[in-house]
């Protein structure tokens, strides 16, 4: 534990050196005349240092749900490899089926992973830096999407070795699985993505979602026959750089402290009735 | 055995109780059977209520589990576990695998991955002739190894100009179209073809790519913007491109379907910076620029009327300074099995390692 917690520390300084390092090296430069490209690196730059608490606080605040028409469609900043639609996973005839393979697939999990996002990327609704995100799937598990379920909300938001840790103490077959599957997002999160501190990274998704069901059957009494369901699973895991946002749910949970400052604001808000002032 | 609470809370002043007060027998709130008066009954051999549906019977019908267990209709499903191990396992052993299960692997399992690519005529997958020159002409030696290399190194740039001419230049000029091909006015139209790709490699311009770099190259080349960005820039021309080596050959052999490649020699200096998919940057910078010194390939489909010159390939010589690779930078895991100091591989060090502990047993069957 203490270990951890030193190499942790130590991660911290680095990263910070790297942070100041870069901002040495690249000053914003102008009016070169290259395109798109170099004048949205040029307001990139403008990044400043924020705490893990500022960040998860202009993060939520993008969870305020919006009227549709008031939403802006943000421009396409990244690159990504074409989407091939007339590619489908299953053989069927004809034209894809909006009802087959909707929602997360591992296929379009994957996608995410060979998305290239602009040199120097800052996020215009919360002016940071976007943060190096690992997508990994594990397919067709022969479990049950209601017992992987809860091992999926232990880890939900929790760092990584720490999750690991948690993991490990509760000796299910849920946990194993899922232990094993983030040792892989690990794993690839240094091996394949450059990410030099794997540790500070936090589990920001991580679910199951059911891929298939084999049917067996089972005889009752009287020649009465019923289905059994063996049902298989893919287990999908994001991590992101950087720490969790301490709280579980979509948007952080009112404590005392801000039911107090909503009480002031109401008692402040008051009016005495054809007072003076 | 429990005393009444009432008289117990009245006694919790004194230690012992009152020897007046009587003791009450616990009775404990379940229903009973009469177990004390059936044994069959005591023993969970005979149930209580004959009518009621048992619904505990792998508890109380424990005797029939193997029965029960033949009820279900059993499947061979899927096993992801067995697979995933099996995915890991390297192809000898996936053979012995096989092989103990009764299936024969060089019959009956047909490779598990089918590789193929896209071969066309109308380039080669490669430069024909990497020789470059060196800029340094060697010094005439004193010993006679000295001048046995002096005597080599001349007679191979006399050969290699003799084939620039005779397999170059000349085999170049007799097709139509090129008839006034000259080497010497190639050099500014090698720069433009270099910037150009580069630009649109940069802004990842697919269509205009394919017209200024090779299959070759694209290969080689569009991995830098697919896994990540680069931002390159030409600051300036130290000196003027020159052609170094001008080779045709025909593929198929003999056919006449002549592809040309010249060798450029370009001393620039660029900026160019490569980051990783999430914009950080790996290698390069965006403002200092370097001096570059390289020996550039392009390529043309020289047989038909519409072939281009393209940016085919880089050469390395032998001589040439090598560049500095990326550095990344990753955590030290406390791990005992990590060396403290660096160890060199020697060559061949299966080898050795067995002929040690060869001569090791020898000398211990001596002993």
Redesign the interface.
């Known amino acids: 534990m203490l270990?951890r917690t030193i190499?942790r520390c130590g991660?911290g300084q680095?990263a910070a050196a790297?942070a100041a390092s870069?901002a040495s090296?690249?000053?914003t430069?102008e009016g070169?005349g290259?395109?798109d490209?170099?004048r949205r690196?040029g307001e990139?730059r403008k990044a400043e240092a924020v705490d893990a608490k500022e960040e998860w606080r202009r993060r939520s605040a993008l969870r305020t749900p919006v009227l549709q028409r008031d939403e802006v469609v943000p421009a396409k900043v990244y690159?990504a490899?074409e989407w091939p639609l007339d590619q489908k996973a299953s053989d069927d005839e004809g034209w894809p089926n909006p009802m087959k393979g909707y929602g997360v697939t591992p296929e379009k999990w994957e996608h995410y992973n060979?998305?290239?996002?602009?040199?120097?990327?800052i996020v215009p609704e919360t002016g940071l830096?976007?943060p190096?995100?690992v997508f990994h799937c594990r397919q067709?598990?022969?479990f049950s999407p209601k017992r992987a379920w809860y091992a999926c909300q232990l880890v939900w938001r929790m760092n990584v070795d720490e999750a690991l840790v948690q993991l490990d103490l509760q000796q299910t077959k849920a946990t194993g699985m899922l232990a094993e599957v983030l040792r892989e997002a690990k794993a690839r999160a240094?091996d394949e993505?450059?990410i030099?501190?794997?540790?500070r990274m936090h589990v920001a998704e991580a679910f199951p979602i059911q891929s298939n069901i084999?049917k067996?059957?089972?005889?009752?009494a009287h020649e009465d026959w019923h289905e059994?369901r063996?049902r298989?699973i893919h287990l999908y895991v994001r991590l992101e750089e950087g720490e969790g946002p301490g709280y579980k749910g979509r948007v952080k949970p009112r404590d005392g402290w801000d039911k107090m400052e909503e009480y002031y604001k109401y008692l402040r808000s008051r009016q005495i009735k054809h007072s003076i002032g | 055995m429990w005393v009444g609470c009432r008289m117990g809370s009245r006694l919790t002043s004194s230690i012992l109780p009152h020897p007046s007060i009587p003791t009450i027998i616990q009775s404990a709130g379940v229903h009973h059977h009469m177990e004390s008066k059936n044994l069959r009954r005591f023993l969970g051999i005979e149930r209580s209520n004959k009518a009621k549906a048992n619904r505990n019977t792998h508890h109380n019908e424990r005797m029939f589990r193997k029965m029960r267990g033949r009820k279900t209709v059993l499947l061979e499903l899927p096993d992801d576990v067995e697979q995933r191990r099996l995915d890991a396992l390297t192809p000898n052993k996936l053979r012995t695998e096989m092989l103990k299960k009764g299936i024969n692997p060089y019959r009956e399992v047909q490779p598990r991955l089918w590789q193929e690519s896209q071969v066309t005529f109308q380039s080669l997958y490669g430069v024909v002739d990497p020789y470059v020159k060196s800029e340094d002409s060697l010094p005439w030696g004193t010993n006679l190894e000295g001048l046995k290399a002096k005597g080599q190194d001349m007679l191979q740039s006399v050969q290699h100009k003799w084939h620039n001419y005779k397999s170059g230049t000349s085999r170049i000029k007799k097709k139509e179209g090129f008839e006034k091909f000259d080497t010497n006015t190639f050099g500014p139209s090698a720069d433009l073809i270099y910037e150009e790709a580069h630009l649109a490699l940069m802004t990842r311009n697919v269509k205009e790519l394919h017209g200024l770099i090779t299959e070759h190259a694209y290969a080689k080349m569009w991995p830098d913007v697919s896994e990540g960005s680069i931002m390159w820039r030409l600051v300036e021309r130290i000196e003027p491109s020159r052609v170094v080596s001008v080779r045709v050959t025909d593929n198929p052999y003999k056919s006449g379907n002549d592809i040309a490649q010249i060798t450029v020699r370009m001393h620039l200096k660029q900026i160019l910076a490569v980051f990783d998919r999430f914009g950080h940057l790996m290698l390069g910078s965006e403002t200092e620029p370097r001096t570059t010194l390289e020996y550039v390939v392009f390529e043309n489909h020289i047989a038909v009327v519409d072939g281009k010159w393209r940016l085919h390939d880089k050469v390395y010589p032998r001589w040439v300074n090598r560049k500095e690779p990326a550095h990344f930078t990753m955590e030290i895991k406390e791990d005992d099995s990590r060396p403290s100091a660096p160890i060199s591989l020697p060559l061949r060090a299966e080898e050795l390692i067995k002929k040690r502990k060869n001569e090791k047993q020898k000398g211990d069957d001596d002993n």
């Open positions: 270990a190499s991660g680095l790297r870069t090296i690249a000053p430069r070169t290259e395109g490209v170099e690196t990139a690159f490899p060979k998305v290239v996002w602009p040199p120097g990327y830096p976007k190096r995100e067709s598990i022969h240094t993505f450059h030099d501190q794997a540790s084999i067996g059957a089972r005889r009752h059994i063996y298989y």
